[in-house]
């Protein structure tokens, strides 16, 4: 139960629970002794459920909050969710992220203009692992930046990448020009291949679907349903129809279209609110973006 229908219950006390707690107290006439010590008991038992409740609610919320108050709880929550979506099926259970997090930023809600972007989680940390980013000395096979609410402990949204495997097989090439040294105008410049991989399974499960996928945030998050929608980003000139929800997952954008990213509508979220589910090909590794912002816009 949120906040706000909590309190929206408040109101509905004297009728409802308040007056089945006072039946059996005295009936009397308007203004006797009786009926003053029957309306004082009404109140006395009104005042003590809401307290029970704002109480209860007010200790939840404390304890929530405190459960991800520092960075350090917020890398412990985050790992800890991750091992929450292996066991539901939505990562593969390979996916791994080791040593201590790379970076922790504290992150307040922010207004997304149409849609508020903190409507359910106005309060966060971003966790990230590089990976086989260039930031990190040590590359290891998984990155990711990780959202977590310091409310709920859930993940709200999430970049998870995965290097592919040193004998995997590129599905796609290109060659690019590159200077040899990028510090120099005047420097020669170079053939470089670029190798794309298609190692979807490293991150979830290789038969996973769209539905499959989306059933599983779902239950996640909490929200009772979902409705995939249109790819449309007038920004980028981008649209594309509703696919097909027994798509497998890592076919999702299995031509490369540039700028896609998949529209899902979560039933009980802010209304027309879109959460995004995307996938990538860099060279040498693939990325997962699933939450409530893409790469794109």
């Avoid at 917020?74 to 929450?84: F, N, W």
């Avoid at 995997?168 to 410049?189: F, K, L, M, S």
């Avoid at 509508?265 to 995307?278: H, K, L, R, S, T």
Wanted: hydrophobic share 35%; aromatic share 12%; glycine share 8%.
């Amino acid at each position: 139960m949120n906040r706000e229908k909590a309190f929206e219950l408040l109101g509905e006390l004297d009728g409802r629970f308040v007056e089945e707690a006072a039946r059996y107290a005295p009936e009397a006439a308007s203004g006797s002794p009786e009926r003053i010590v029957h309306m004082k008991t009404r109140k006395i038992i009104t005042f003590a459920l809401a307290a029970a409740l704002i109480l209860a609610l007010g200790i939840t919320a404390y304890a929530g909050y405190q459960g991800v108050a520092t960075p350090e709880a917020a890398q412990r929550v985050a790992l800890e969710q991750i091992e929450v979506w292996k066991e539901m099926g939505i990562l593969s259970e390979s996916v791994v992220f080791e040593g201590p997090a790379n970076d922790i930023y504290e992150m307040e809600e922010r207004d997304g203009g149409e849609y508020w972007y903190g409507r359910l989680f106005p309060h966060s940390y971003d966790v990230r692992f590089y990976g086989n980013s260039q930031f990190n000395k040590e590359r290891q096979k998984y990155g990711c930046s990780l959202r977590v609410d310091t409310l709920t402990g859930k993940i709200m949204s999430a970049n998870i990448d995965a290097e592919a495997d040193a004998d995997a097989a590129p599905v796609r090439e290109e060659e690019i020009q590159q200077p040899v040294d990028p510090g120099d105008p005047n420097t020669e410049w170079k053939t470089v291949v670029w190798s794309f991989y298609d190692n979807y399974s490293d991150i979830f499960p290789e038969d996973m679907t769209v539905d499959r996928f989306c059933t599983l945030l779902a239950e996640y998050w909490g929200f009772s349903d979902y409705t995939i929608g249109e790819t449309d980003d007038a920004s980028y000139g981008t649209h594309f129809d509703p696919i097909d929800g027994s798509t497998l997952l890592k076919d999702l954008n299995a031509d490369s279209r540039e700028n896609y990213y998949l529209t899902v509508f979560f039933d009980g979220d802010q209304e027309g609110a879109p959460m995004y589910i995307q996938l990538h090909q860099f060279p040498g590794y693939v990325t997962l973006t699933l939450g409530n912002s893409h790469a794109v816009g």
